[in-house]
């Protein structure tokens, strides 16, 4: 977990067995709390490649707003597809500010 309150970004990162980012949820500071920005899972694939320096073999992100748009983005080598839908409620994007320490709210995989 990386919190940088002073440049209001905070983000969760799970990793595989293998020490390769598996799922990543990027927070940003909005109006005194933290909101659910972009949600990144990584597919490496057959790949037995170990650690950070490893190519996810598949992308797929989420980017939201807070007034409920939603964008999908898949990447699959060198293909990028986008779908983006509107009207979305955003109220579980929501988190309020941690006390350092407490980051149980943050570090939940299941959202």
Do not use: C, H
């Not at 709390?33 to 037995?48: K, M, N, P, Q, R």
């Not at 983006?84 to 709210?105: C, H, K, V």
Request: aromatic share 12%; charged share 30%; hydrophobic share 35%.
């Amino acid at each position: 977990m990386e919190i940088r309150l002073e440049t209001g970004f905070t983000a969760v990162i799970f990793m595989d067995k293998l020490g390769r980012d598996e799922l990543r949820y990027s927070f940003t500071v909005m109006n005194g709390a933290l909101f659910l920005e972009t949600v990144t899972i990584y597919d490496y694939g057959d790949s037995e490649e170990r650690g950070g320096y490893a190519d996810a073999w598949r992308m797929e992100s989420y980017d939201f707003t807070p007034d409920g748009v939603a964008v999908q983005e898949i990447e699959v080598g060198d293909e990028v597809s986008s779908e983006s839908r509107q009207g979305i409620d955003m109220t579980s994007n929501w988190e309020p500010l941690p006390q350092f320490g407490a980051y149980d709210s943050l570090i939940r995989r299941e959202r």
